[in-house]
């Protein structure tokens, strides 16, 4: 069992950045594959970036690669989201998604969620 918490959400400008951070708790995050889902209203739940447990291999959403990163440091338990160039598309509530034994993906959400946090970019 793991519990995510995301923080870093709020308001950016249209070009501007943001980092969001989703720390884990209740088992070591190293553990556990990790990823980011986003959900705009009216729209569905939309995969954008994902994680190994080392942290080496990294996946992104045609929408959002070039422009955000994902990382880990497991020492904190805490993966990042830093989102760069961003537009007024990326507004949304984005999500932390983890499993015990697959990378989540487009197609393959992760058992453990957060509660989500809002990022509203202005143009």
């Known amino acids: 069992q793991v519990t995510l918490v995301e923080s870093g959400g709020g308001l950016v400008q249209a070009g501007g950045s943001r980092r969001l951070s989703c720390e884990a708790s209740?088992?070591?995050?190293?553990?556990?594959?990790m990823g980011w889902f986003r959900q705009a209203p009216g729209k569905e739940r939309e995969f954008i970036a994902a994680?190994?447990?080392?942290?080496?291999?990294?996946f992104y959403a045609e929408s959002v690669k070039g422009r955000f990163t994902i990382g880990r440091d497991n020492a904190k338990n805490t993966m990042y989201l830093q989102m760069n160039r961003l537009k007024p598309d990326d507004t949304a509530v984005y999500y932390c998604?983890?499993?015990?034994?697959?990378?989540?993906?487009?197609?393959?959400?992760?058992?453990?969620w957060g509660q989500g946090i809002q990022v509203t970019v202005s143009s």
């Open positions: 994680i190994s447990m080392s942290g080496t291999s990294t």
């Open positions: 998604n983890a499993d015990r034994y697959f990378i989540p993906s487009a197609t393959s959400q992760g058992q453990y």
């Open positions: 209740g088992r070591s995050s190293d553990d556990y594959p």
